[in-house]
């Protein structure tokens, strides 16, 4: 990875999809743009396309080198497991046919790159993407998963890239 690269992190939800761009510059992190994409209580169909319209704008906008996001989990129950995989897919589409390469990582992986522990609770992330990326507050929780994302994938590509792996690749 070169030294300068911007990193679109995305943490997809139905009703709540996060979104970070964060720039490596150097040495340093810099959150370039992050927020969250209130979806309300459309339709699903409505919400998946909205995620696509929404995530391929910030794409032209900002032109990252990369996108990664969040592997989906088993929630609560499989619908909420199959409707989250329905928002994934529809941002990894927005991602694919912008032309980028998109990565997937685990909540365990983004959490140990972040915090230190796999385990880490929401606040926890909020606190160290604050202290990583400089910023004056907690940022909302769906941006700071979607922060934490980008930046556990410049971290795994730091050490990666010394072996040239691909393997969260999609």
């Not at 998946?48 to 989906?72: A, H, N, W, Y």
Request: charged share 20%; with cysteine.
């Amino acid at each position: 990875m070169n030294s300068n690269a911007r990193i679109l992190g995305i943490d997809p939800g139905s009703r709540t999809t996060g979104y970070g761009l964060v720039e490596k510059a150097g040495r340093d992190l810099i959150m370039v743009e992050g927020g969250y994409l209130s979806l309300g209580s459309q339709p699903l169909p409505e919400r998946l396309g909205k995620i696509f319209t929404e995530i391929s704008t910030l794409i032209r906008e900002f032109d990252p080198d990369v996108m990664c996001i969040e592997q989906v989990f088993m929630s609560k129950n499989a619908k909420s497991a199959l409707t989250l995989g329905h928002a994934r897919g529809a941002a990894v589409c927005a991602g694919v046919n912008s032309h980028l390469p998109v990565f997937e990582y685990s909540a365990k992986q983004i959490k140990q790159a972040v915090v230190g522990k796999g385990a880490a609770k929401k606040e926890q992330v909020q606190y160290m993407v604050r202290l990583l990326l400089k910023l004056q507050e907690n940022p909302q929780t769906d941006m700071a998963d979607a922060l934490a994302c980008a930046i556990c994938h410049l971290h795994t590509r730091q050490v990666s890239s010394q072996f040239d792996l691909q393997e969260n690749r999609l």
